[in-house]
C-alpha cells in the first residue's frame, strides 16, 4: 500500500507565513514592545498600527472566510499566525478576540445588518471587543450568569447587572454580553447574547489594578441599559448555543507555548558558565523544559488536528492544561536564572524587562479561560466517559 | 502536516495485539515469569509467526511504523521477550542490541538471543554481551540475565536511536493498558454511596495519567518521523526518554493510588506492569541521568524549537 509519509514539519506555504511574520515584527516593533496594555496607551497605539500592517498585507483576517473578506487560510497557517504573535506579546493587541472569536460569531449567528455593522470594522482593525462572561456568581459555572435583561415590550430589553475580570473593557468599544432573559427553565435556556456599545448610557467600567498589569481585570456595570432586539446575537433565550460556539472557537486557546519555547530560547544565552556552582541544575532544567516545550506544542497540534480526524477523548483540555503549567514554569525558570535582574522592569534589566512580566502574567495562565481545575475535571469526565470535552 | 500513521502499521498493531490477547495478554507474562521456558515455548512461536523478525526499522516509514506500533502493541502486555533489542539490531549485524552504561551484571532476556551487543553510554563502545547462566528471577527484573562484555564488535550507528525510540513506545502501550485498568476501575469502584471517578482528588489524578500518556504519544511519534527522515539528534533521543520515565513515573504512581490496595496485588495487571517496567526505565540510567546527558547534548547540539537553541559553544563564540 501506499501513503503519504508521515511529517511534523510546516509545509512551505507555513515556512514563508512565519518568515513574513517575523521580518514585519522585526521591522515594525520595537525590541521592548511587551505587548499592547503593558505601557498604556503607547502600546495599544502600536498595536493598532501594527494591526493596519497586516490588514494592509491580507494577514489580519487570515483565518476568516474569503465571502468575508478573509483568505481562507489553512488550520496550519492559523496555527503558525497565533504562535508568532503570541510568541512577540500578541501585537494585535486586544483585537485578537474580535478577530478570534468575535468575528466569527458574528459571521454564523449575526443578522445581515449586523455582519455590516461589525465585520468590516473588525477586518480593519478599527473595533475593539471585550467579552461579558464572568460574573461574581458565575466564573467556570458561566450559565449561573445572573446579568439580567428585562423586557420593556416595545422590543427593547433593560440591563442591570455586573460582569467581573472583563479584560480590556476599559479600552473597548463594544461588548459580547451574555445576559439572563429567561428563569423559567433550566440554567443553560434563558441566556442571549447582545452585542452592547460600550457607550451606552449606564455602562460604566472600573479598572481592577492587578499584578497583570493595566487593562487585563476590569468590573463592567450595567445600570438599566437600553438593548434592542437589533442588537441580539442569534436567538433570545438561546444564548448557550452562541457561548459553545464560541467555547468551540477559542477550544485551542492563545499559543502560550510558542512564548513558552521563544523565552527558552533567549534564555539559553543567560545560562551559567561551566565554573558557576548552578550551571549544571539550571541547564537540567532548561534543557528539561525545552523538551516539555516542545511536546505541549505537539499536543496543541493534536488537539488542532483533532478538529478534522478522529478525536482524542479529552485532548482539547490536556492540550491546555500541559501549556498552562509550561507557561509557569518557564517564567520561574527565568527568573531563577536572571536572579535579581529578572525582578526588575527597567532599561537595564536583561532580556528587555521580559521575565518579570512574563511571571507576572504565567500567574494567570492556569485561571484564565477556564481554570486547571476545570480543564481537570473535563479530562476525566472525557476518559470515564461522564461527559463531554 | 501529516500526523497519520500508515495503514500497514497499524494493522500490524492490530494483529501483535489480538495475538498477544489470544494466547492471555498479560496472564501469559505472569505464566513466563513463573516459568521463564514458556518464553521459549509460547512466546517465541507467537513472535515468530507475527513477522517481527523481517521487520527492519531503517527501511523506510513504513516498517518503521510498524515497529514501533508492534512494540507498542506488546508493550501493553509487558510481553516478555526482547522485540526491543532484536529489533534495533539488525539483519547483517548484531542479533540484538542492549544499552548500558559501564559493563552490566544483568541483562534482560539474553538468554533468548543470539549475537547480543552491548553498546556502553559512556564510553560508546560496542562489545559482544554473553550470557553467563540462566534468568535469576527478581521482582523488579524478573527476566535478568547474568552476562558478561566480550570483545568490541561493529554495531550499527542508529542503533542507539532505534533502541530508545521503540522503547518508547513499548512503554506507552504498558502505560496505556495501566490508565484503562485506573479509569475502569474509578467507575465500577464506588465509596461513600458513589463512583470514586466523581470524586475531584481521582479526577486530578485521571487527568495527570491522561497528560502524561499524551505527551510521551506525540514526542514519541515525532521522534520516529525524525529517525526516519534522519534528523534524530541525541538531544531528542534524550529528550523522549526523559518524557518516557517521567510519564512513566506519574502514570504508574497515580494509577496505584486510583487502585488502591487492590492494585498491589500480584494477581492484579499493574502490579505486573509496574515491576516490569522498572528495568526498562532504569537501563542504562533513569531519571537524573537522562536529564544530565539531555542538558549535555543540548549544549553540544542545541535543540530544535519554534526559535531554536544553537549549541553552546556556538552561541558562547
Keep these: 500500500m501506499t501513503s503519504q509519509p508521515m511529517t511534523f514539519a510546516d509545509d512551505e506555504a507555513v515556512r514563508d507565513l512565519r518568515l513574513q511574520l517575523r521580518r514585519m515584527i522585526d521591522e515594525h516593533l520595537p525590541a521592548a514592545f511587551h505587548g499592547a496594555f503593558v505601557n498604556g496607551r503607547q502600546g495599544q497605539d502600536m498595536a493598532d498600527a501594527f494591526c493596519r500592517r497586516l490588514a494592509e498585507e491580507n494577514l489580519l483576517t487570515m483565518s476568516w472566510p474569503r465571502a468575508f473578506g478573509g483568505a481562507d487560510a489553512s488550520v496550519w497557517e492559523q496555527t503558525a499566525l497565533r504562535e508568532e504573535m503570541w510568541a512577540h506579546h500578541e501585537p494585535r493587541g486586544a483585537q485578537y478576540m474580535g478577530l478570534n472569536w468575535v468575528g466569527p460569531a458574528i459571521m454564523r449567528f449575526g443578522t445581515p445588518a449586523q455582519r455590516e455593522a461589525h465585520l468590516a470594522a473588525i477586518a480593519n482593525g478599527d473595533s475593539t471587543w471585550c467579552q461579558g462572561f464572568s460574573e461574581p456568581e458565575a466564573g467556570s459555572d458561566l450559565a449561573s450568569l445572573r446579568l439580567r435583561a428585562r423586557p420593556t415590550g416595545e422590543g427593547e430589553w433593560r440591563l442591570d447587572g455586573q460582569k467581573i475580570w472583563t479584560s480590556y473593557a476599559s479600552l473597548a468599544q463594544w461588548c459580547f454580553l451574555t445576559a439572563r432573559t429567561d428563569n423559567s427553565g433550566s440554567k443553560h435556556h434563558g441566556i442571549t447574547v447582545f452585542l452592547v456599545p460600550m457607550d451606552r448610557a449606564g455602562v460604566t467600567v472600573r479598572e481592577i489594578d492587578s499584578m497583570l498589569g493595566p487593562h487585563h481585570l476590569n468590573e463592567v456595570f450595567f445600570d438599566d441599559v437600553a438593548v434592542a432586539r437589533a442588537e441580539i446575537l442569534g436567538e433570545l433565550h438561546r444564548g448557550w448555543d452562541v457561548i459553545r460556539f464560541v467555547l468551540a472557537h477559542e477550544r485551542i486557546g492563545i499559543a502560550r507555548y510558542a512564548r513558552s519555547e521563544r523565552i527558552l530560547s533567549l534564555l539559553a544565552e543567560y545560562l551559567p558558565g561551566d565554573d558557576d556552582p548552578e550551571a549544571d541544575a539550571l541547564r537540567a532544567v532548561h534543557a528539561r523544559l525545552m523538551v516539555k516545550a516542545r511536546t505541549a506544542r505537539l499536543m496543541n497540534y493534536r488537539a488542532i488536528a483533532s478538529t478534522t480526524t478522529a478525536e482524542v477523548p479529552g485532548g482539547v483540555s490536556t492540550a491546555r492544561l500541559t501549556t498552562t503549567l509550561l507557561d509557569q514554569e518557564v517564567a520561574a525558570l527565568a527568573l531563577e536564572i536572571l536572579g535579581e535582574e529578572g525582578l526588575y522592569d527597567d532599561d537595564l534589566a536583561p532580556l528587555e524587562a521580559w521575565a518579570e512580566e512574563a511571571w507576572r502574567y504565567a500567574r494567570s495562565a492556569t485561571i484564565a479561560s477556564g481554570t486547571s481545575e476545570v480543564q481537570r475535571l473535563l479530562i476525566a469526565r472525557a476518559m470515564t466517559g461522564e461527559g463531554a470535552r | ?317
Design chain 2, 1 to 317: 502536516m501529516n500526523r497519520d500513521w500508515p495503514a500497514d502499521a497499524l494493522a500490524f498493531e492490530e494483529s501483535v495485539a489480538a495475538s498477544l490477547r489470544a494466547r492471555g495478554g498479560i496472564e501469559l507474562t505472569r505464566a513466563c515469569e513463573a516459568d521463564p521456558s514458556r518464553r521459549e515455548s509460547e512466546l517465541r512461536p507467537l513472535i515468530d509467526s507475527l513477522g517481527f523478525a523481517e521487520i527492519d526499522f531503517r527501511a523506510g516509514e513504513v516498517e518503521a511504523a510498524a515497529a514501533a506500533l508492534g512494540a507498542k502493541a506488546a508493550g501493553q502486555v509487558v510481553a516478555p521477550w526482547p522485540l526491543v533489542a532484536q529489533l534495533a539490531g539488525a539483519t547483517d549485524g548484531p542479533g540484538a542490541v542492549y544499552l548500558v552504561d559501564g559493563a552490566p551484571r544483568r541483562a534482560p532476556h539474553l538468554d533468548l538471543v543470539t549475537g547480543a551487543v552491548a553498546v556502553d553510554l559512556g564510553d560508546g563502545s560496542c562489545r559482544a554481551l554473553e550470557a553467563l547462566g540462566p534468568v535469576a528471577r527478581m521482582p523488579l527484573d524478573p527476566f535478568g540475565t547474568p552476562c558478561r562484555v566480550g570483545a568490541v564488535v561493529d554495531c550499527p550507528a542508529d542503533a542507539v536511536a532505534g533502541h530508545v525510540v521503540l522503547s518508547a513506545f513499548y512503554v506507552l502501550g504498558a502505560l496505556e493498558t495501566a490508565i484503562g485498568l485506573a479509569s475502569a476501575y474509578s467507575v465500577e469502584r464506588h465509596q461513600f454511596g458513589r463512583a470514586i471517578s466523581s470524586f475531584g482528588a481521582v479526577q486530578w489524578r485521571l487527568a495527570d495519567l491522561s497528560g502524561a500518556r499524551s505527551a510521551l504519544a506525540e514526542l514519541a511519534a515525532f521522534t520516529l518521523s525524525r529517525l526516519i527522515d534522519g534528523s534524530a539528534t541525541m538531544a531528542d533521543l534524550w529528550g523522549l526518554r526523559l518524557t518516557m520515565i517521567e510519564a512513566a513515573e506519574t502514570v504508574l504512581a497515580d494509577a496505584h493510588q486510583v487502585l488502591g490496595a487492590i492494585g498491589l496485588c500480584e494477581e492484579h495487571d499493574v502490579t505486573v506492569i509496574d515491576r516490569h517496567l522498572q528495568g526498562v526505565l532504569r537501563r542504562p540510567f533513569g531519571r537524573a541521568a537522562t536529564n544530565a546527558a539531555l542538558a549535555e547534548r543540548v549544549a553540544a547540539e542545541g535543540f530544535d524549537l519554534l526559535y531554536p537553541v544553537a549549541p553552546r559553544a556556538a552561541s558562547a563564540a
